[in-house]
């Protein structure tokens, strides 16, 4: 059974920084790509960045460029992301995704396992 379980969500001050992880289970991650995405309260669900199997080959949404980075541990069977310089645009509820294909863009369309998400506050 394919699961997905994110964690490192909290409350962090606006500049701050937080790692979140995504851990699978059901599959072995290193064959596949992994996405992490977003929802803010009233709004659509939006790609964040993606981590592909194939060649490690990572994309990153603008809004976050520079600031989020991407990575897989396959030894752990987890993905991260850490997040850096958060601004008060980034609170939302974060998923990790897949779709059990080594390369996927962001759109949330395309994956069909999804974690239940953690919560990612800024605010001082």
């Known amino acids: 059974q394919v699961q997905l379980v994110e964690s490192g969500g909290g409350l962090v001050q606006p500049g701050g920084s937080l790692r979140l992880s995504c851990a699978a289970s059901?599959?072995?991650?290193?064959?596949?790509?992994i996405g992490w995405f977003r929802q803010a309260p009233g709004k659509e669900r939006e790609g964040v960045s993606c981590i592909s199997s194939s060649d490690g080959s990572t994309y990153y949404a603008d809004s976050v460029k520079g600031r989020f980075t991407i990575s897989r541990d396959n030894a752990k069977n987890t993905v991260y992301l850490q997040m850096n310089s958060l601004k008060p645009e980034d609170p939302a509820v974060y998923y990790c995704a897949t779709d059990l294909v080594p390369f996927r863009d962001l759109d949330p369309d395309e994956y069909d396992y999804w974690g239940q998400g953690t919560q990612v506050t800024v605010s001082s």
């Open positions: 059901g599959f072995t991650l290193d064959y596949y790509a």
